[in-house]
Nanobody, 127 residues
Framework: QVQLVESGGGLVQAGGSLRLSCAAS????????MGWFRQAPGNEREFVAV????????YYADSVKGRFTISRDNAKNTAYLQMNSLKPEDTAVYYC????????????????????WGQGTQVNVSS
């Protein structure tokens, strides 16, 4: 299992930006797909974005497409989520997750695909 630690959450006004980081342990980070999910109070945990181990492929939820960018630095064993043009509805706990799998959009946007999870970082967007 990969150990994951998120950071970078906080309070920001609508229209602002935040960058989340996810530091991973392990020697095979470049072979691990990294995902970001989020969970607002009373809601299920939902997919946000995922990036392949090589960084060559990404998928995004429609709600964040064009505003969020997922990236990774394999030399630093770290994945990132750059969040721009934030909206109050982006308020949630954001979790990073890891998997050794890569497949269809349906597979890579499913929580069940990911076997390792971080503890989450809170993002609050005020209106």
């Amino acid at each position: 299992q990969v150990q994951l630690v998120e950071s970078g959450g906080g309070l920001v006004q609508a229209g602002g930006s935040l960058r989340l980081s996810c530091a991973a342990s392990g020697r095979t980070f470049s072979g691990t797909a990294m995902g970001w999910f989020r969970q607002a109070p009373g809601n299920e945990r939902e997919f946000v974005a995922v990036i392949r181990g090589s960084g060559a492929s990404t998928y995004y939820a429609d709600s964040v497409k064009g505003r969020f960018t997922i990236s990774r630095d394999n030399a630093k064993n770290t994945a990132y989520l750059q969040m721009n043009s934030l909206k109050p509805e982006d308020t949630a706990v954001y979790y990073c997750a890891a998997t050794y799998r890569w497949g269809t959009i349906a597979t890579m946007t499913s929580r069940e695909t990911f076997g390792s999870w971080g503890q989450g970082t809170q993002v609050n967007v005020s209106s």
